[in-house]
């Protein structure tokens, strides 16, 4: 089992562009979280699905969106991309609410 | 609102001498709390929880609610203890969701 996966490793985009970063959990497991870390900070919760469908929500706007398929991989989409985008996304999985494993995450720039 | 404080972004030590890495938290419900680590070129992993009050790689850490603090403690500090270390906070009922402080890098010099 590879863990979590995430694609791609980095991504360069422009303002007002869209995006979209992927996310394999971790063999077995049903719930994805997303997180967003900036530089020098920790990575701050972004939203949780879990049987398709979004169950928490960070302070986060609607530009940030995402999606769970059947298969349970999740993709966090972002629209008109602004500046302070720029971060690290995590993906996480875990069981039904214990130990979340962490994918490499998603480097996001922002020009 | 629920928020984690890692006053100190540095903590610089020599091998052999003790580590504290101090966490606090703001949550007026029932927390459990966490401390994560990332080492170089590593993903962000568990290092422990409050529950199962284990001591992992030597690191233990103890909840005290009066203080509402978490700090994290190894009496001896080694080369492969350096690594960026995240205390979070998980809120009951929360299916989870981590509220991550700002980290604390931990440097053990020869």
């Known amino acids: 089992d590879a863990g979590v996966t995430q694609s791609p490793t980095h991504l360069i985009k422009t303002r007002g562009q869209q995006v979209t970063l992927r996310c394999s959990p971790k063999s077995g497991h049903d719930t994805v979280s997303w997180y967003q870390q900036a530089l020098g900070q920790g990575p701050q919760f972004i939203f949780q699905y879990y049987e398709e469908e979004e169950r928490q929500r960070g302070n986060f706007p609607d530009r940030f969106s995402g999606h769970q398929f059947p298969n349970y991989s999740s993709e966090l989409n972002v629209n008109a991309l602004l500046l302070g985008d720029s971060a690290l996304y995590l993906c996480?999985?875990?069981?039904?609410?214990?130990?979340?494993?962490f994918g490499p995450g998603t480097r996001l720039t922002v020009l | 609102a629920q928020r984690v404080t890692q006053p100190e972004k540095l903590l610089s030590v020599f091998k052999g001498a003790p580590v504290e890495l101090k966490c606090n938290y703001s949550y007026s419900g029932s927390p459990e709390l966490f401390w994560y680590v990332q080492y170089s070129r590593q993903r962000l992993q568990l290092l422990l929880r409050?529950?199962s009050r284990e001591s992992i790689k030597g690191f233990t850490a103890d909840l005290n609610k009066g203080e509402t603090s978490f700090h994290l403690k190894k009496p001896f500090a080694q080369e492969e203890d350096s690594a960026m270390y995240y205390c979070a906070l998980s809120i009951s009922g929360g299916y989870n969701k981590l509220i991550f402080g700002a980290g604390t890098r931990l440097a053990v010099h020869p």
């Open positions: 996480a999985s875990s069981i039904a609410g214990y130990e979340q494993f």
């Open positions: 409050h529950i």
